[in-house]
T-cell receptor
Framework: KAGVTQTPRYLIKTRGQQVTLSCSPI?????VSWYQQTPGQGLQFLFE???????NKGNFPGRFSGRQFSNSRSEMNVSTLELGDSALYLC?????????????FGPGTRLTVL | QQPVQSPQAVILREGEDAVINCSSS?????VHWYRQKHGEAPVFLMI?????EQKGHDKISASFNEKKQQSSLYLTASQLSYSGTYFC????????????FGKGTKLSVKP
């Protein structure tokens, strides 16, 4: 099975711009979670989508949003970029059907805000 | 609510053993261990459920002490490939999608 894929792998944007990141989960996985990883804060949960519905949301401002499509692919959008948004954005997919549910991470999108 | 990992960093020689701990102030349902190498995605190692048994494969194993709400990751006879940052992710409930991760333990294995 192919793993979780994320595009693009690298992005450079300037303050005030917006950005859209994409995540394709492992085939058969219906849940997609997004995390932000920075050296200072570590891995922080952004949101989770399941069956095109947001299931959970972390403590991030409304500039961060996401959605999921019927094929389980997910996108996250960050509007009005700030310097502090520079981070590695990881998505993780899982089946969401068993108690030993494991999240599998994609390679991430490295976002740099100038 | 963020679990506390210890130590923050450890340097080993090939063949040495290491233990990484992950402690929570909350009652946990599960603990998930990942290893991340620089510039790569976190790779799943194993999951421990409350009431579950100690897990392990190859020379890496883990346990979960429910009384202490602490999980420990054991790396025995370390190899160069074990180098990386180890994270524990915790869930308070079954099917919880928002894992809460510790800050990580950087493990360096030297020849």
């Amino acid at each position: 099975k192919a793993g979780v894929t994320q595009t693009p792998r690298y992005l450079i944007k300037t303050r005030g711009q917006q950005v859209t990141l994409s995540c394709s989960p492992i085939s058969g996985h219906r849940s997609v979670s997004w995390y932000q990883q920075t050296p200072g804060q570590g891995l922080q949960f952004l949101f989770e989508y399941f069956s095109e519905t947001q299931r959970n949301k972390g403590n991030f401002p409304g500039r961060f949003s996401g959605r999921q499509f019927s094929n389980s692919r997910s996108e996250m959008n960050v509007s009005t970029l700030e310097l502090g948004d520079s981070a590695l954005y990881l998505c993780a997919s899982r089946v969401l059907a068993v108690s030993t549910d494991t999240q599998y991470f994609g390679p991430g999108t490295r976002l740099t805000v100038l | 609510q963020q679990p506390v990992q210890s130590p923050q960093a450890v340097i080993l020689r090939e063949g040495e053993d290491a233990v990484i701990n992950c402690s929570s102030s909350k009652a946990l349902y599960s603990v998930h261990w990942y290893r991340q190498k620089h510039g790569e995605a976190p790779v799943f190692l194993m999951i421990l459920l409350k009431g579950g048994e100690q897990k392990g494969h190859d020379k890496i194993s883990a346990s979960f002490n429910e009384k202490k709400q602490q999980s420990s990751l054991y790396l025995t006879a370390s190899q160069l490939s074990y180098s990386g940052t180890y994270f524990c992710g915790t869930a308070l409930e079954r099917s919880q999608g928002n894992l809460i991760f510790g800050k990580g333990t950087k493990l360096s294995v030297k020849p």
